[in-house]
């Protein structure tokens, strides 16, 4: 019995240790696709600030314009996807646990059950 709680205690541990690396792997894409959106959005600054010094005082108001709907809408699409990535890395974090946790309760069910099976000393 002792060997069959310290074989679930280290699956317990194992369980943890993947839901942690899943947890970590998730905020480390986040964090990659954060920077690829930030260089995105430098890329575009530049793109606004030569087009400001070749161009009108009419047309640049335009084009600014434009530009900051596009950055604005660029926004939007990258939060919303970084919320789906942190979304997605927790649930299947959460479903290690989960898994673990029913064959943990489903392990206390057997060995409660061979207690009550066991005659009494």
């Known amino acids: 019995m002792a060997a069959a709680l310290a074989r679930s205690r280290r699956e317990d541990a194992h369980a943890l240790i993947e839901a ?6 998730g905020v480390q894409a986040l964090l990659e696709r954060r920077i690829d ?3 995105e959005a430098l890329s575009e600054l530049r793109a606004v600030g030569k087009l400001m010094s070749h161009a009108g005082a009419r047309e640049t108001v335009a084009h600014v314009d434009e530009l900051a709907r596009g950055a604005v809408e660029l926004t939007l699409a990258s939060v919303r996807e970084m919320m789906a ?14 898994r673990r946790l029913q064959a943990d309760l489903l392990e206390f069910r057997q060995l409660q059950s061979a207690l009550r099976q066991r005659p009494p000393n």
């Open 20 to 25: 942690g690396r899943m947890s970590v792997a």
């Open 37 to 39: 959106t930030l260089r």
């Open 85 to 98: 990535l942190a979304s997605s890395t927790q649930r299947e974090a959460l479903a290690v646990l989960a």
